[in-house]
């Protein structure tokens, strides 16, 4: 029986470890979090409390359990190079060590990256350690995004028209960004639809999985300001209706052709999973950012997907073997919809912000399935923190059939909590598709 180790305690390692717990082979599961999930709890032969930048803590739990493999779910700990902690007492993991991690914790990094071995799909950018020429590069751009060097828990990127509206509020944002971190890097806006691009990646083979799409406004209608992801959703054929075919094959090439330079550029073979985040545009697929792990929530959609026994793909990914195995995913649609507290994502002076440490009663799901995320149990039932709480899940058919499963589970949570009832409609995805129809002049 193999003994596996889980790094992460939100509802992406929620889905991670109910996949682990899946596997035929009935592995036995070991967590490390920093909070109490009580869903991977539930799943878990023995949990260990502690912090992801205490490795020997990590470590400890990995000898005193005798692991075979770990799976790092959040950045944290890649950021802190938990991976190269096991390798040094012989545990592999699913997940890059942290000089590749950068891919994700140094958005300057992967840009240049990108541009020294001509990767396509790369905007006009430049990275700025002081204030000399951004101006000049600013006046050089059409639309302007601003994105801090370093993790910003998927809330760091600053864009023209959300943001702010002028080169010169531009210029005060970009003086702003670089008395907190080193860099600063100012991109051209593309102009498209997002989509993630989850690939599996053993060093040399890239794997893609059913694309998904997210949804970081806070409200209904896109409005509102962007939060770590609201809720997302994946069609059964496993693609989305605003994209050609070329848009998916060529963040499927960009993402190969990264892999093949991050072996070259650092010797070391990237093993985990590579989340590309990309934007179809009038002039194909473009590269927005990589992530070093999967999305959360759209790890949500795609594992309870996946046929494949998942303990065979980590160890395919930990012996670069992935060419040898044949990964399937049920042709099935999903829909996710998070749980927030009313207050989520508001100003701390907003009537709804002290919903974040309200208590919540979780009753019947129905055919739904739920993730925990960042909720406190404790003996007294379950309270939400002041993020995200709980993703609840429909899978089904048609997109329209797991939408009402999920808004059905989603009704099972009482409490001061909200969501997104408009993920998976289709005057949303409409919006999209005619979208992309007017920038391709179709």
Same mark, same amino acid.
């Given at each position: 029986?193999?003994?596996?180790?889980?790094?992460?305690?939100?509802?992406?390692? /929620?889905?991670?470890?109910?996949?682990?717990?899946?596997?035929?082979?009935?592995?036995?599961? !070991?967590?490390?979090?920093?909070?109490?999930?009580?869903?991977?709890?539930?799943?878990?032969?023995?949990?260990?409390?502690?912090?992801?930048?205490?490795?020997?803590?990590?470590?400890?739990? +990995?000898?005193?359990?005798?692991?075979?493999?770990?799976?790092?779910?959040?950045?944290?700990?890649?950021?802190?190079?938990?991976?190269?902690?096991?390798?040094?007492?012989?545990?592999?993991?699913?997940?890059?060590?942290?000089?590749?991690?950068?891919?994700?914790?140094?958005?300057?990094?992967?840009?240049?990256?990108?541009? @020294?071995?001509?990767?396509?799909?790369?905007?006009? !950018?430049?990275?700025?350690?002081?204030?000399?020429?951004?101006? +000049?590069?600013?006046?050089?751009?059409?639309?302007?995004? &601003?994105?801090?060097?370093?993790?910003?828990?998927?809330?760091?990127?600053?864009?023209?028209?959300?943001?702010?509206?002028?080169?010169?509020?531009?210029?005060?944002?970009?003086?702003?960004?670089?008395?907190?971190?080193?860099?600063?890097?100012?991109?051209?806006?593309? *102009?498209?639809?997002?989509?993630?691009?989850?690939?599996?990646?053993?060093?040399?083979?890239?794997?893609?999985?059913?694309?998904?799409?997210?949804?970081?406004?806070?409200?209904?209608?896109?409005?509102?300001?962007?939060?770590?992801?609201?809720?997302?959703?994946?069609?059964?054929?496993?693609?989305?209706?605003?994209?050609?075919?070329?848009?998916?094959?060529?963040?499927?090439?960009?993402?190969?052709?990264?892999?093949?330079?991050?072996?070259?550029?650092?010797?070391?073979?990237?093993?985990?999973?590579?989340?590309?985040? !990309?934007?179809?545009?009038?002039?194909?697929?473009?590269?927005?950012?990589?992530?070093?792990?999967?999305?959360?929530?759209?790890?949500?959609?795609?594992?309870?997907?996946?046929?494949?026994?998942?303990?065979?793909?980590?160890?395919?990914?930990?012996?670069?073997?992935? *060419?040898?195995?044949?990964?399937? !995913?049920?042709?099935?649609?999903?829909?996710?919809?998070?749980?927030?507290?009313?207050?989520?994502?508001?100003?701390?002076? /907003?009537?709804?912000?002290?919903?974040?440490?309200?208590?919540?009663?979780?009753? *019947?799901?129905?055919?739904?399935?739920?993730?925990?995320?960042?909720?406190? @149990?404790?003996?007294?039932?379950?309270?939400?923190?002041?993020?995200?709480?709980?993703?609840?899940?429909?899978?089904?058919?048609? &997109?329209?059939?797991?939408?009402?499963?999920?808004?059905?589970?989603?009704?099972?949570? @009482?409490?001061?909590? +909200?969501?997104?009832?408009?993920?998976?409609?289709?005057?949303?995805?409409?919006?999209?598709?005619? /979208?992309?129809?007017?920038?391709?002049?179709?």
């Amino acid at each position: 029986m193999s003994n596996i180790l889980l790094v992460g305690n939100g509802a992406r390692e /929620h889905a991670i470890a109910e996949a682990i717990a899946r596997s035929p082979q009935n592995p036995r599961l !070991f967590s490390f979090m920093k909070a109490n999930n009580p869903g991977i709890a539930s799943l878990s032969e023995k949990i260990q409390p502690g912090s992801y930048a205490d490795l020997a803590a990590i470590t400890g739990f +990995a000898t005193a359990n005798e692991i075979e493999f770990a799976v790092i779910g959040p950045e944290d700990p890649l950021n802190n190079g938990v991976v190269d902690a096991l390798a040094q007492i012989g545990i592999p993991a699913v997940g890059p060590n942290q000089s590749l991690a950068r891919l994700e914790t140094s958005k300057s990094f992967t840009r240049n990256l990108v541009s @020294k071995y001509n990767i396509p799909g790369n905007p006009q !950018f430049k990275v700025f350690t002081s204030m000399d020429g951004v101006e +000049a590069f600013l006046n050089a751009l059409e639309g302007i995004v &601003l994105k801090p060097d370093g993790l910003t828990g998927g809330k760091g990127v600053l864009v023209q028209g959300d943001h702010f509206a002028t080169k010169e509020e531009a210029l005060k944002l970009c003086t702003q960004i670089l008395k907190d971190s080193f860099s600063v890097i100012v991109e051209e806006k593309f *102009d498209g639809e997002e989509f993630s691009l989850q690939c599996l990646c053993d060093g040399k083979t890239v794997v893609g999985t059913p694309l998904v799409q997210d949804h970081k406004r806070r409200f209904d209608g896109d409005r509102g300001p962007n939060t770590g992801g609201m809720g997302s959703y994946s069609l059964p054929d496993h693609s989305m209706p605003f994209l050609k075919p070329s848009d998916i094959a060529e963040g499927l090439e960009i993402t190969r052709q990264v892999a093949a330079a991050l072996l070259k550029e650092t010797g070391n073979p990237y093993k985990g999973v590579m989340y590309g985040g !990309f934007i179809a545009t009038k002039n194909g697929a473009k590269l927005l950012e990589y992530n070093a792990r999967f999305g959360d929530p759209e790890a949500m959609n795609i594992l309870p997907l996946l046929k494949t026994d998942f303990l065979e793909v980590c160890r395919h990914i930990i012996d670069g073997t992935l *060419d040898k195995l044949k990964i399937e !995913f049920e042709p099935k649609a999903t829909v996710c919809k998070y749980i927030v507290p009313k207050g989520y994502g508001l100003p701390a002076d /907003h009537p709804d912000a002290s919903s974040s440490k309200a208590k919540i009663a979780v009753g *019947d799901v129905g055919a739904a399935r739920l993730y925990y995320s960042s909720v406190d @149990k404790r003996e007294d039932g379950l309270y939400l923190s002041s993020s995200r709480a709980i993703g609840i899940v429909g899978i089904a058919d048609t &997109l329209d059939a797991a939408r009402l499963i999920a808004e059905e589970g989603v009704k099972a949570v @009482k409490g001061p909590v +909200a969501y997104r009832e408009d993920i998976g409609t289709q005057a949303l995805i409409q919006k999209r598709i005619d /979208h992309m129809k007017k920038i391709r002049n179709e």
